[in-house]
């Protein structure tokens, strides 16, 4: 009933620049929480940022000061700007929404997750 999609990933040389979106719809009747996880071979997926509906963001420590999320609310669009690459981010990338969803039937809170972008930062 809620479909995140990605876009933006892809190839970039260390230092350069990407920026992701991801789009919400759906029976959605409110967004809490947006964010961004990555995970890379062999690895756990990791919190990269997550930003509330009232703008509140917290990001990883080893992203700071590099990456900006930012959010839509009007348009359900959650952004990452992903400044200064580095190799080590390398990895797929996940959107993450808490919606709250309301259909005729029913209402719940759930968690929901894009299909992933790969971006790899190689020179």
């Known amino acids: 009933q809620v479909q995140l999609v990605e876009s933006g990933g892809g190839l970039v040389q260390p230092g350069g620049s990407l920026r992701l979106s991801c789009a919400a719809s759906?029976?959605?009747?409110?967004?809490?929480?947006m964010g961004w996880y990555h995970q890379a071979p062999g690895k756990e997926r990791e919190l990269v940022a997550v930003?509330?509906?009232?703008?509140?963001?917290n990001y990883a420590d080893s992203v700071k000061g590099r990456f900006t999320i930012s959010r839509d609310n009007a348009k359900n669009t959650v952004f990452l700007q992903m400044n200064s690459l580095k190799p080590e981010d390398t990895a797929v990338y996940y959107c993450?929404?808490?919606?709250?969803?309301?259909?005729?039937?029913?209402?719940?809170?759930?968690?929901?997750w894009g299909q992933g972008t790969q971006v790899t930062v190689s020179s």
């Open positions: 993450n929404a808490e919606v709250f969803v309301r259909t005729s039937r029913t209402s719940y809170t759930s968690d929901y």
């Open positions: 759906g029976s959605i009747f409110s967004i809490n929480a």
């Open positions: 930003i509330t509906s009232g703008g509140s963001t």
